[in-house]
């Protein structure tokens, strides 16, 4: 008979068999067993942020910048609200997280007591699942499943609350393996058909105008499959765009990248969306930030679309060729069959394509992510390029927050490998960037880790700089400061006639003083000439720093498409506003 | 027109609506029930009746039989996002007027009436299996079994002979013949 032991052992046990080498998390009564035990498992070390939404942002940057899920250990009542954000972000952006919360003792569930609420009623709809754990001999079981929940199929978070008498309780232990695939008897996994793939492959074929359109489920799918990306790409030599989460899966230098699609990707790439004769989708959703208006998106084009959740498929566009499958899993297949039966199918279609790629050039010549620099005022546009061209030959992890500086970061930094790149896409959680940096730093450590920021974003998790003074984590803080929630400014100007209403942040603090007050480093740029300096002065920094960047209050974010308006309809810079807005009045 | 003041898209045009019955199975779990219904209302489908109950005790599945309404794809939507749902094994789906399916909902009456009205009660629902469960001097309960509208009808019949209250059940459905749903 095996041994019995606590709850509390049990949950390092299978942390310890699941090799999980960080917990982020904040402690609290109704975990203080958890807690307790910490110290007898060397091998599990914890983060301890300073406020739980904090902890769960740097366990999604440790799971996205690692391919492992992040772990997450909070109190009951408020420390499991505070979590609710950052798990419903994880939802969005399908990042496998664990979160472990204590629960007040299972004979006091139901009577509203001290920092008592049902974590599992409020977080089900941001959760793949959760467990409240009310038999100790349940709870290896139920870890393990977790863990499986949390990182097959679409991966996402999911949470085991557990009540403190339950942590104390003793009970058996058992690593089960595989829980899922048992019960649902081969449900979850589905097989490639050569049907399947013939059919794909004959789309390829008669394509004339063709783009691949690829998202986050090439990054999901671990590192191989960015491989095999650029090997289909170049075996069939046609355009590929990529959406905000996909970044990096493909090289962002790479002729045939034609950039990021969507409201704010560039004009070849939406054009090309709306004009081809197939996409091929890999890992994408149709997010409406991806498609705008719906009924006028891509009208001519067959479409396939790949992905590991079949819900994805025809949520919000109908497609020609459907495929549920793992994205590296589908390409390594495709590939080999498209080679057996091709040879040599890069030359003879050339021919085919050559005058797509005409007008995919043409496309190219308004070079829609210019802007007009300045030698007096740092343009946001151009501190990320000057940050991109110093940095790009260090190994660099990018996190951001939310707003036009997380567009222009996407827009402007060129990604070469996945999982170099960490934003929050689906919830756009302001705040995310600097808690995530800090998770990255943990998983790379010695790597250079960058939180391109927004002043407004990042001061609503601020205090997670004394997370990484604490572990002496050198993550840079680059904020971009134009002492408004730019984005906000941005479609009040554009939509409700410049009423900038509360948009303006007011008695912002002195972010030289604040990096100092925290124990780190503080530095200011005011103009264009001391930017790579000062930039430079930064990446040699051992230390975490908060970089002031001092720039253009009124730059707005383009191209852009506006509210409602197909792919082909953008608007290029602020000198064709006015004729647009003209235009839609008769749109919409 | 004025322009689109949000930053999100138009609404396109709504499809036309259909009425399927779905039949879940899953495991007879805490809050299992929460997990189906915070799925419908979170993503804004429609729940028109509801019925549930464990039908394996030794391995805890229970059948719900959901009655919904939706375009075809939002149909399709709620099938695939109830099969993501860890505690559900399988989702059969049929439509309403599918020839094949037996549909029964299940009522109580109660009406004040003297014998002489329940006698006239008892031929009003005689097509639709009446069980009389109680009966006084100047009440009756009496059961039915029968479509959601035919039981529409009889409440409104039985209204003027004195209906005070009525309890329903939701739909439940099953194959006709030897198959059974997969």
Redesign the interface.
């Known amino acids: 008979m095996s041994k019995l032991i606590t709850g509390a052992e049990i949950v390092f046990k299978a942390l310890e068999d699941q090799k999980v080498e960080y917990i982020f998390g904040y402690p609290g009564g109704a975990v203080l067993p958890i807690y307790d035990e910490l110290k007898n498992h060397k091998s599990v070390k914890h983060i301890l942020a300073r406020h739980e939404q904090g902890a769960g942002h740097a366990a999604e940057g440790y799971a996205r910048s690692s391919g492992k899920p992040g772990v997450l250990l909070v109190t009951s009542g408020p420390g499991a609200t505070n979590a609710v954000t950052a798990l419903t972000d994880a939802y969005m952006d399908s990042v496998p997280l664990v979160c472990i919360s204590g629960q007040v003792p299972t004979h006091l569930i139901g009577t509203d007591a001290f920092q008592e609420c049902d974590t599992?009623?409020i977080t089900?709809?941001c959760t793949?699942?959760n467990w409240?754990v009310?038999d100790v001999n349940d709870l290896s079981r139920i870890l393990h499943l977790a863990f499986e929940?949390a990182t097959t199929g679409r991966p996402g978070p999911v949470l085991v609350d557990i009540p403190k008498d339950i942590q104390f309780k003793k009970g058996k232990y058992k690593f089960v393996k595989n829980i899922?695939r048992k019960k649902?008897n081969g449900?979850a996994t589905y097989k490639l058909s050569n049907k399947d793939l013939d059919k794909f492959i004959e789309l390829i074929k008669k394509s004339s105008k063709p783009i691949f359109y690829t998202g986050g489920g090439v990054i999901n799918s671990g590192p191989e499959a960015s491989k095999y990306l650029r090997e289909l790409v170049s075996l069939t030599g046609f355009p590929i765009t990529s959406t905000l989460q996909g970044l990096g899966a493909y090289p962002g230098d790479d002729p045939q990248f034609l950039g990021m699609l969507g409201m704010h990707g560039t004009f070849e790439a939406n054009n090309a969306m709306h004009d081809c004769d197939l996409m091929i989708n890999i890992g994408a959703r149709f997010d409406?930030r991806i498609?705008?208006?719906?009924?006028e998106f891509s009208p001519k084009s067959k479409k396939i679309h790949v992905d590991i959740?079949?819900?994805s498929i025809?949520?919000n566009i109908?497609v020609d060729l459907a495929i549920v499958s793992d994205v590296t899993e589908l390409l390594k297949g495709l590939i080999k069959r498209f080679k057996e039966k091709n040879k040599n199918f890069l030359n003879s279609n050339k021919q085919k394509t050559s005058k797509w790629w005409e007008q995919i050039d043409k496309w190219r010549e308004k070079k829609s992510l210019n802007f007009i620099n300045s030698d007096k005022i740092i343009k946001p546009q151009h501190a990320v390029q000057r940050l991109y061209e110093l940095t790009k030959d260090n190994d660099t992890f990018i996190t951001t927050e939310v707003g036009q500086h997380q567009m222009w970061a996407a827009q402007h930094y060129k990604f070469n490998k996945p999982n170099r790149w960490m934003t929050s896409g689906g919830l756009g959680t302001m705040g995310y960037g600097l808690p995530a940096a800090i998770g990255v730093q943990i998983a790379h450590p010695g790597k250079l880790v960058v939180d391109i920021a927004g002043e407004a974003s990042v001061l609503m998790t601020m205090q997670e700089m004394s997370t990484a003074v604490q572990y002496k984590l050198p993550i840079k803080i680059f904020i971009l400061n134009n002492e408004y929630m730019g984005m906000v400014r941005q479609?009040q100007e554009l939509?409700?006639e410049k009423n900038y209403s509360e948009s303006y942040t007011a008695a912002l603090p002195d972010f030289v003083k604040l990096a100092e007050s925290y124990g780190c480093v503080g530095i200011r740029a005011k103009t264009p000439d001391e930017l790579d300096e000062k930039i430079k002065e930064m990446i040699n920094v051992q230390r975490p720093v908060i970089f002031d960047c001092v720039v253009d209050k009124s730059e707005n974010c383009f191209p852009m498409i506006p509210?409602?308006k197909p792919h082909n309809q953008m608007i290029l810079g602020p000198e064709e506003e006015e004729e647009i807005?003209d235009e839609?009045?008769?749109l919409? | 027109m004025p322009r689109s003041k949000s930053a999100y898209s138009v609404p396109g045009k709504i499809g036309k609506l259909e009425r399927h019955i779905l039949v879940v199975w899953v495991d007879n779990e805490a809050g299992v029930l929460a997990r189906i219904a915070g799925l419908f209302s979170g993503r804004g489908y429609n729940i028109e009746s509801l019925a549930v109950a464990e039908v394996d005790k030794k391995k805890h599945i229970s059948r719900i039989t959901i009655v919904t309404e939706g375009t075809p794809q939002v149909i399709e939507q709620i099938k695939l996002q109830l099969k993501k749902l860890v505690p559900v094994h399988k989702v059969a789906d049929f439509k309403r007027n599918d020839k094949d399916i037996l549909f029964r909902e299940l009522a109580l009456f109660k009406v004040l009436a003297n014998s002489k009205k329940q006698e006239k009660i008892k031929k009003i629902c005689k097509k639709f299996n009446p069980v009389i469960l109680d009966k006084s001097k100047e009440s009756v309960v009496i059961q039915v079994t029968a479509l959601r509208a035919d039981i529409d009808k009889l409440a409104l019949d039985l209204k003027r002979l004195g209906l005070i209250s009525i309890s329903r059940t939701g739909a439940v459905a099953m194959t006709k013949g030897a198959k059974i749903f997969s």
């Open positions: 599992t009623g089900r709809p793949k699942h409240l009310k929940v899922l649902l449900k409406d498609t705008g208006k719906v009924d959740d079949p819900s025809g949520k109908k479609w939509l409700h509210s409602g807005s839609g009045k008769i919409v």
